[in-house]
């Protein structure tokens, strides 16, 4: 039985320890938040953050998630929105929206780690995160706005 | 004729609305569309096309609006029903919209070909001044005043000289006991009142989108339902020979296999056929499928290998075809002598490749489907199940959620398709769901082609003469197995449109046999067709010793309209007409000059390795000029720092939802430029997943997109698609201006840049 928490709530898995988290998210608890985008790691739309930083759940086992806490995109926003949302909602940034989940989830990791990213920065943490309407240039001043606002 | 059909009764909205609430439907039957024509197959009802917008005035004030466009990202399902509210003088914030199912009752719902505004502002517009007016009706009537003396002022009718005023909620009752008016009646705001249009919103989905909260076709969920992984033929019309029963349902969750048929030919919107993996959730299903062990008889299209195929193509490029297009006489003008130059060009397969794989969750319940599909065309859905499984048509109920991408992959509903046979094989709902892999390896591909370019130059070193000729697997080859040619519609994207003010001019086509499914692509045949003529224009530019832009310039010529009809008769100009959409070279030369102005042009001080290339292209009606920024440094290495991009797509409803469709275009055809390339080994796909079919990350991308929107109140065009076409060639313009290398060969990752 492998025990974890996701957004704040204890949960137990019997399942396949194999299984990635992300299906585990979606299929079991429902929380689909979190996209499919390319199960390799190489799109970014399953970012999610387990114990604060921003990872892959589509290439994270369970049995990699045991014991660690994990947030999805369903909580970021939970109490307010987080300063990263604000943003992107400001600068307008989704076309189709379904990667922005990911994107979201990765920015608002950056920042925790860099409250004032630069450009530099912001390229390598976020070319892991695809994007195929092409939101780069918004998604990068998004950042920016909200590296402000934390000022 | 009236066009209004009162619908009160129907029942569009009912369980929605409260009683006494205004409904109104409009009905118009629209200009063919290029779509309809090339996916004849797909759509029986295409001749009969009735699009309706249903609207519904609640007791409380809400606005209900359907969207009948799918949402992929383009703000269809924002802009449309903002043209509405804005001629109702309704708040948009108590604009409720829904997203409507799939019902030939509402037109094409094809969401694709760049048409949404361009078909559906007037309707819009016209059914918000209907029941702007029944509503300043019953004001009138109750108030004792005459109507022409009455107005609204967002969500209220005001009579003026006593001052009175009525919320919309209250007077939809009264309203909805009146006659629809006549059409003539109808009053426009004028465009100095106008609220939305113009001015835009942002998606009306936009909270839900960076919340988690937005359900996409990829999140439907419904009781019951298991989940299905299918392994297809690796060979387009492959069978399946044999494979492991057991071993899957040795995986935990894995519930069973079953085969789905391979389509009979032509393959159109049907399954490809292979084993599907039940399961009770996506994982499971995936897992078992690796063990099935697959044997496959792959059958004809396994002699497909992109080298030799590519080979082909060149070839039959360099020989003469039949005209498209035929003005003057431009052998005659070759033997006449002058510089000749000539130019080939090569355009690989692509892969739509949106973020969101194909998914489709169907419930069949006693020769009912009921469909949750991540769709364009919710009318395909319902018409490829209804053929597959043998029940009508409305027995088929298709639901759209909102979509992760589309780019036209959306529009083929294989995927649906697949979903009802296995839910009605295993007699649950099942979620279909595609793997990155299987987006990759299955697409409609975006064709391959070819093209061959010669012109004389003059004294002047304009060209007296310019032949053009192109050789591609055409998309009708999804729909007739015995099509290779192309078709108008392939054709009139950049080909038979041909603006330059040259006196010969002929552009021909060859067909090619297709061994993959070909399907359309984001802007489709202009692709290729401007990657090659605005690219040949800039070698021309460089023969002649001119500056790309005044050169360009000088081909468009003086403004005039463009008769293209006279030499190419079948020419549909994307289904509009030329009286109200004609082909205006002053359009292009205004592009231009505010892409000139605003890159600085001719003005930048542009260092080693440093250049600038310029583009401009008409498609969907829009005009667009790009001007592209490269640097490249000695190891060949490509940072694109700027664009700058002018467009005239008439009237523009949204314009901030405009920009980000032409900041999203340069994305795009920075991806296929750079990287995009599907081929073929023995039939089977090469590429599968983002590692080998890469498209454009943050740090590839163009760092800044500057978009320009010429002020215009022509009819509304395109703004999905037109951004792409002139971006590859720009890019490449831009190349050469920075390393006097000249790419004529897609993707750029085949070409060494560096010194």
Request: glycine share 10%; proline share 6%.
């Amino acid at each position: 039985m492998i025990q974890l928490k996701v957004n704040g709530v204890p949960r137990s898995f019997d399942g396949e320890p194999d299984m990635p988290l992300l299906w585990y998210l979606r299929d079991i608890l429902a929380l689909t938040g979190t996209k499919f985008g390319c199960g390799m790691a190489l799109c970014g739309a399953c970012t999610v953050h387990q114990n604060g930083k921003a990872i892959r759940s589509c290439i994270t086992t369970m049995q990699r998630a045991a014991g660690s806490e994990i947030r999805t995109i369903e909580d970021l926003g939970a109490n307010g929105l987080h300063p990263v949302q604000r943003s992107w909602m400001e600068v307008n940034v989704p076309q189709c929206g379904y990667c922005q989940s990911g994107q979201i989830m990765q920015a608002a990791a950056l920042l925790s780690q860099k409250p004032k990213p630069t450009d530099e920065d912001i390229d390598n943490i976020m070319s892991g995160n695809i994007c195929r309407c092409g939101t780069y240039q918004r998604i990068r001043a998004a950042i920016k706005a909200a590296a402000g606002e934390r000022a | 004729m009236n066009p209004l059909i009162d619908v009160s009764r129907r029942g569009f909205l009912q369980g929605i609305l409260s009683t006494g609430a205004l409904v109104l439907s409009v009905r118009l039957v629209p200009e063919s569309l290029w779509a309809a024509e090339v996916a004849a197959g797909a759509s029986a009802d295409a001749s009969a096309l009735h699009p309706s917008v249903y609207l519904g005035v609640d007791t409380d004030g809400t606005v209900y609006i359907i969207a009948h466009r799918s949402e992929m990202g383009t703000t269809s399902r924002t802009s449309l029903p903002l043209v509405l509210a804005d001629e109702l003088d309704a708040d948009w914030s108590r604009v409720k919209v829904q997203q409507a199912i799939g019902d030939a009752g509402y037109g094409s719902q094809d969401t694709d070909g760049s048409h949404s505004i361009r078909e559906f502002y007037e309707p819009m517009r016209q059914a918000g001044a209907t029941a702007r007016l029944m509503l300043i009706r019953a004001a009138a009537q109750q108030w004792g005043v005459p109507e022409a003396e009455c107005t609204t002022d967002l969500h209220v009718v005001v009579h003026k000289a006593t001052g009175k005023k009525a919320a919309y909620g209250d007077l939809a009752p009264a309203a909805a006991e009146l006659p629809v008016p006549k059409k003539e009646e109808l009053k426009f705001k004028p465009q100095s009142a106008w609220r939305y249009v113009g001015k835009g919103q942002s998606s009306y989905d936009l909270a839900d989108l960076c919340t988690g909260k937005a359900q996409f076709g990829m999140d439907a969920r419904i009781d019951g339902m298991v989940y299905a992984s299918i392994e297809r033929p690796p060979v387009l019309g492959g069978k399946v020979k044999s494979f492991d029963e057991k071993a899957p349902l040795q995986v935990k969750g894995v519930r069973q296999t079953l085969t789905i048929d391979t389509f009979t030919p032509p393959h159109h919107f049907q399954p490809l056929g292979g084993i599907a993996v039940i399961a009770d959730n996506t994982w499971s299903a995936m897992k078992g499928r690796k063990k099935l062990n697959p044997v496959w008889d792959n059958g004809p299209h396994a002699v497909y290998n992109s080298v030799q195929f590519k080979k082909g193509l060149r070839e039959t490029a360099r020989k003469p075809a039949k005209a498209a297009r035929n003005q003057g006489d431009v052998e005659a003008a070759f033997a006449k002598g002058g510089k000749v130059i000539e130019a080939e060009y090569y355009v690989p397969h692509l892969a739509h490749a949106s973020m969101e794989p194909p998914v489709a969750l169907a419930d069949y319940r006693e020769g009912k489907v009921t469909v949750w599909a991540s769709t364009q065309n919710p009318q395909a859905v319902q018409e490829i199940i209804s053929e597959k499984l043998g029940i009508p048509k409305d027995a088929v109920t298709c639901h759209v959620p909102l979509l992760g991408g589309g780019f036209g992959r959306k529009s083929k509903p294989d995927y649906a398709a697949e979903a009802a046979i296995l839910s009605k094989a295993v007699g649950r709902p099942v979620k279909v769901v595609w793997s990155r892999e299987d987006d990759i390896s299955f697409d409609y591909y975006h064709t391959v082609s070819a093209m061959y370019m010669k012109a004389a130059l003059g004294a002047d070193g304009l060209p007296t003469a310019w032949l053009q000729r192109s050789v591609f697997p055409s998309i009708g080859s999804t729909f007739n197995v015995d099509a290779t040619a192309a078709g108008a519609g392939e054709l009139q994207q950049g080909w038979t449109d041909l603006p330059f003010n040259i006196p010969n001019i002929r552009a021909e086509n060859s067909g090619a046999a297709a061994h993959l499914r070909i399907g359309w692509l984001r802007s489709v045949a202009n692709i290729y067709h401007a990657f090659a003529a605005q690219s040949f224009a800039d070698e021309c530019a460089h023969a002649a010793g001119r500056d790309s832009l005044e050169y360009l310039m000088a081909l468009i010529g003086p403004p005039r309209i463009v008769d293209v009809k006279k030499s190419a008769p079948d020419y549909p100009n994307y289904g509009g007409s030329l009286e109200a959409y004609p082909i205006d070279t002053a359009r292009y030369r205004r592009v231009m000059e505010l892409v000139a102005e605003k890159s600085g042009w001719g003005k930048q001080k542009l260092g080693k390795g440093q250049g600038m290339g310029i583009a401009v292209h008409r498609s969907f009606l829009t005009y667009v000029a790009t001007v592209v920024q490269v640097e490249v440094n000695d190891q060949g290495e490509l940072r694109i720092p700027r664009v700058d991009t002018a467009l005239d797509a008439g009237l523009v409803v949204n314009p901030e939802a405009t920009r980000s469709q032409f900041e999203g275009a340069a994305v795009f055809g920075t991806s296929l430029a750079r990287f995009g390339e599907i081929t073929a080994t023995n039939g089977i796909v090469d590429q599968s997943n983002f590692d080998t079919y890469p498209v454009a990350r943050m740090n590839e991308a163009p760092y800044q997109t500057n978009v320009y929107i010429v002020e215009s109140n022509a009819p509304p065009a395109g703004v999905g698609e037109p951004g792409v076409p002139p971006f590859a060639p720009a890019l490449c313009n831009a190349i050469f201006a920075a390393t006097g290398k000249r790419v004529r060969e897609l993707p750029l990752s085949r070409s060494n840049l560096g010194t």
